[in-house]
């Protein structure tokens, strides 16, 4: 079988398309290698995946915000389920360049459900994001609860993608998951992360910068348990019976939240990463940045009870094999 997966050169979409290489699928991969972060890092994983696993690894540079240019690339190509992770990532971002994620979260994400309409592909799981819980105060997140006040215009776009995907599926009955990702880490990250923020300055001798002075809780959730559960997803559609659904359709449309289940104090990162580094960080501390919150904890019993998915990855067990691989490919 062919999977399509949008953002292959990025943190997750390498991942994914590493792990359903190896179990013998054919990967499409688009990505535009955009400069949002060092299009060196992002060349670096798609050498990896060629060479790695040869021809069953097509890529495609494209913006799949340009429909022309993504049904050009895909005539005549053909693939039965879509990993849609591509993306304008960061919050912090978007309060700078708003008008890229409308582009790329909104035209794009439209882009890939009439792509997926039109090929009756028998799969769509795409990311949303954690940012949807915007300003809830309720601990943990639930798929159930409402999500009406996000709290930065990628949030915003979010939020809109899971919206539509829900039109789509009710209108078109195109099988869809959605996927809320909770701040996901482990070698390969993004250097626009704290994992890498922290490690990359620990290790230089900077400050690192420590918001809300430090009261701030995320349920960091490793790469390969985040790879696992999107490759569940992908081999299980939701049925189209009428039946309620995790997040709440009753068109063939879940939506999940993907997280460790247990949220880790910052300050406890910076231990474990000072630990692995094997030298103190310089900090300073900050009040909270716009668009920021003070706490993330997903409640995974939806994609649990549905698919099984149990997060195996300590924060313990997961920074020192970041910290590794940041060492071992900056001697590279």
């Not at 990025?10 to 994914?16: K, N, T, V, Y």
């Not at 869809?176 to 990702?181: D, M, P």
């Not at 993907?258 to 900050?286: F, S």
């Not at 904890?297 to 590794?324: K, M, N, Q």
């Amino acid at each position: 079988m062919t999977i399509l997966v949008t953002g292959a050169a990025g943190f997750i979409g390498f991942h994914l398309a590493d792990a359903l290489l190896a179990r013998g699928e054919r990967v499409i991969g688009i990505d535009d290698l955009n400069a949002y972060y060092d299009p060196a890092l992002k060349q670096a994983r798609l050498d990896t995946l060629a060479r790695r696993h040869g021809d069953t690894f097509a890529f495609h540079r494209l913006d799949f915000a340009d429909e022309t240019a993504l049904d050009t690339a895909l005539a005549g190509v053909a693939f039965d389920r879509i990993a849609h992770l591509g993306a304008q990532a960061g919050v912090r971002y978007s309060l700078e360049n708003p008008r890229a994620y409308v582009r790329s979260n909104l035209v794009g994400h439209v882009n890939l459900l009439e792509l997926a309409r039109h090929r009756g592909v028998r799969h769509l799981v795409y990311a949303s994001s954690s940012s949807v819980y915007g300003a809830n105060e309720k601990l943990p997140f639930s798929v159930e609860d409402r999500v009406d006040h996000p709290v930065s215009l990628y949030a915003a776009t979010k939020k809109a993608d899971e919206l539509m995907s829900e039109t789509y599926a009710h209108l078109y009955r195109i099988p869809q998951t959605g996927l809320r990702f909770f701040t996901v880490y482990g070698p390969w990250g993004r250097p626009d992360m704290a994992m890498w923020l922290f490690t990359s300055a620990i290790l230089e001798g900077r400050p690192i910068q420590v918001f809300n002075h430090g009261r701030m809780q995320r349920d960091f959730t490793y790469i390969d348990d985040i790879v696992a559960g999107v490759v569940a997803c992908l081999d299980n559609p939701p049925p189209d019976d009428g039946a309620g659904k995790a997040g709440g359709s009753r068109a063939p449309h879940r939506l999940y939240n993907i997280g460790n289940n247990h949220p880790e104090q910052l300050g406890t990162l910076i231990d474990l990463i000072e630990a692995a580094c094997g030298r103190p960080a310089i900090r300073e501390h900050r009040e909270m940045q716009p668009g920021d919150v003070p706490a993330t904890y997903a409640d995974i019993a939806a994609i649990a009870g549905d698919l099984g998915f149990a997060p195996r990855t300590s924060l313990a067990e997961g920074v020192p094999r970041f910290v590794d691989w940041y060492r071992s490919f900056h001697e590279r």
